[in-house]
């Protein structure tokens, strides 16, 4: 038996030699092996070696940390005298989730690479014995201890050649992270909930971080990425109870897929900071820009935030101050279709209207985008509403309404390319009705801008603090999901057919439609009331008088009466003048929004500082982000938040009540938006006691504030 | 009408969630009823006055293997047994799981053992390993007789499947009582816990 062996042994280490490997031991769902990197050792020089483990499918075994369960894999080593080896040089692993738990490991053909320094006086000729006891668990359902005794035999030489590893250990040490610094980063804890963050050089589209200290991060929760105002930001979750030796949050950070990655520039490195204590928002579940990290989650993350962003963008359809721009060119549309029958548009014209339309609100989704993103890469604090906190924003916006309700009345008639366009355009495009509806889809998105959305705060939260390209993408999902209805309609006319006969209704509906336009100038003014003040507001309504005046007498001028044509000529100037006198772009806005939002009944006016303090002195707050503009604020503010029910629950709570208004510009509120990751207002967030935060939605009712209240 | 309905429910979906409880030692137990394997209702709250330790075990687990080969597991029972301390060994294995065992076969193989817990019960559905969020067996815990966890965490610093270990390995759990007996607080509460995952159903 000895003998048997002693030859078998003689044999192995002559293969050995030839080969630079060893023979491979098969274990449990296994082959392991020590392996090295070139084909001799050479004195003085270190030698690069590793133990390989070819898991059978779907087994795995663990890294150096091993999550929830498992143990890592160890290697004992039994060096001649003069070698010493160095640690296990860790690749990165992969998350592998089991139920609720989660381990770090390896599957597949995997090298954990080791460092051997060699003696410098060893003689050249003879052959050395590494060996090494590798202990291991590898798990697929159960879980199997598995080990070997291993060994690899190596000649000495003045020089060595790569051996056939050498590609696998190149392979392998692209793997291994390194320690990093990152551009200002910084850790801070709070409560359990830790945050990472850092100023990437480039792009940052997936992070995943494995801790290298046990009992410190907890591997199965969710690890959210969030692009903050100071970086990129890892949201992780400490184990409990948070140990008090976790001062330092020292790990592995994969970017964008790692290593395997590096064409689409993935990396890892391993970072160590020092873990203070700080502000770290909680991560609600309302809260949508959470990116999940691994197992392309982030992708997944990605698709809904369109789907999202498409539903938003069909609902805005709905909303009163779209809907009756959409409504007439359907109308008009119709006319067409079902009037003259000899004087039919072809089907493939109306698909060009629709298509037209669609390219119209899609253009304007994106040039939004890409104003919004270039005003944000220029440093510039705005939020989607930023438009309405400028009071020429307001004011045009109500002389467009005016106007149009104006039209709706009849008083004269224009193409809705030919308001946008300069006058000398709108005769060519009268005749242009393609033209006229790509404009009417870019009006479509002008008038959408008051009229947030429930789901558009939560999509354009997420579009912005992404990465351009995914930012652009969203925004144009949104146009896409405005523009379905109307594209679905040209393309099958089956479906207009479908809609009521045209007849004198269409005329009442018609001016029916100019009571909400009214209604909306009304409101645009009330806003702007706030920001210029009752003489602005003043100004701004002679100006709509002296609009309304031009008009009329315009469309004298198109009845034949040519000469009302300088009455109006004569008037609009004077009109425009009065309209921005007082709101142009020189002109200062009143800051009078807070004051007057913060008095109503037992309402402060809100401040980080006054909030911490309350937070602080043991008081539940709730904080209302508002502003003037916002119809889904107004709504949520009368209808619930100022409900007897919802007061009284607020007083027996004793909650502060806080309001933040962002009629205008405020960059303190913007930077608190942006820690809930949201760029537009309504948001409404309550403090508990302990200081721990419940983001409520953004269309609120009775029921959930007093839900909310009742956890505290 | 039908638009308002459609996003309030969409909102709702979105309503904050509470997070997954965690008890931390310190903090009270997590109140659970189990059926335990001869089908008698068992709750935490009727055991109060007393020490209770929790085990998580999977008979198939090598690392469970470890500490009921060396019979290690065995005389930490008979010894806390008869301190009077609540042994309950619990196994949360998903009856959809090929490691699971019928409550006969989970009784069998205690006996086999020679085993000496005071209560053994399966949670199939692992509503109780979720709410101590037990990860791996062995997982222990020790709860004192006011109801509060005062230990969570491993059954010793010994990390491996090797019966050989056991000896120089320091208990944990050993240790936790021979503080609480000598009225000190426990100077490792809390502690990574290695063995098998337990096999929640999903």
Redesign the interface.
Known sequence: MTFLLRIYLAVALLLAAATAGAQSVRVDHAEAELVAAVDAIVPGQPLSVGLVIRHDPHWHTYWRIPG????PTTIDWQLPAGFAAGPIEWPVPKRLP????M?FGFEGELLLPVQLAVPADIAPGQTVQLKARA?W?I?K?????GGADLQLALPVRASAAPSRYAGLFAGTRAQVPQPTTLEAASATIEDGRVRLVYRPASLVQQLEFFPIE??RIEPAAAQTLRADADGTALYLTAV??V?AEFTRLKGVLVVNGGPAASDKGGWAGEIDLPLLAGVVPQM???V?ATVGVGGGAAAVTFWVALAGAFVGGL?LN?MPCVFPVLSLKLLSLMQHQRTEDEARLPHASLRAHGGAFAAGVLLCFVLLAGLLIGLRAAGEQLGWGFQLQTPWVIAALTLLFFLIGLNLFGAFEFSFGGALASSGAAQRLQGDRLSGSFATGVLAVVVAAPCTA??MG?ALGYAVTQPAPIALAVFAMLGVGMATPYVALTSMPALLGRLPRPGVWMLRFKQVMAFPMFATCVWLLWVLSQQVGVDGVALVLGGLVLAALAAWAFGLSQAGARRWRWVALATAPLALYAVFAMTGPGAAPARGGLAKAGDAAGWQPWSRSAQEAQVAAGKPVFVDFTAAWCVTCQANKRLVLSSETVHAAFDRHGVTLMRADWTNRNDEITRELARFNRNGVPLYVLYDRGGAT??????L?ER?VL??LG?L | ML?RAF??T???A?????ALA?P???QAAPAFTLTDLDGRKVSLAELKGKYVVLEWTNP????VQKHYNSGNMQSLQRRYAAEGVQWIVINSTAAS???YLKPAEQKEWLRKQGAAATIAALDADGTVG?AYAA??TPHMYVIDPNGVLVYAGAIDDK????PADVKSANNFVVQAFAELRAGKPVTA??????????????
């Not at chain 2, 509460?189 to 999903?202: F, L, M, R, V, W």
Request: charged share 15%.
């Open positions: 929830d369960s498992g143990l089991i139920g609720p738990l381990n202990d668990l798990c359902e159960v879980c199997i201890p046990e009992a409990q109870p140990a609600s579940a309302s949508p609902i709905l429930p789901f939560a419940y983001v409520l939605p953004e269309l009712t959930i839900d909310a956890r | 638009r996003l309030a969409a909102l709702f979105a309503a904050p969630l509470p965690q931390s030692p310190g198939s687990c090598p690392f799981h090929p490691e979720l990860k791996v990390r491996s499947a090797n509460p809390s502690t990574q816990a290695y063995g098998c995952t337990i096999k929640y159903g999903s």
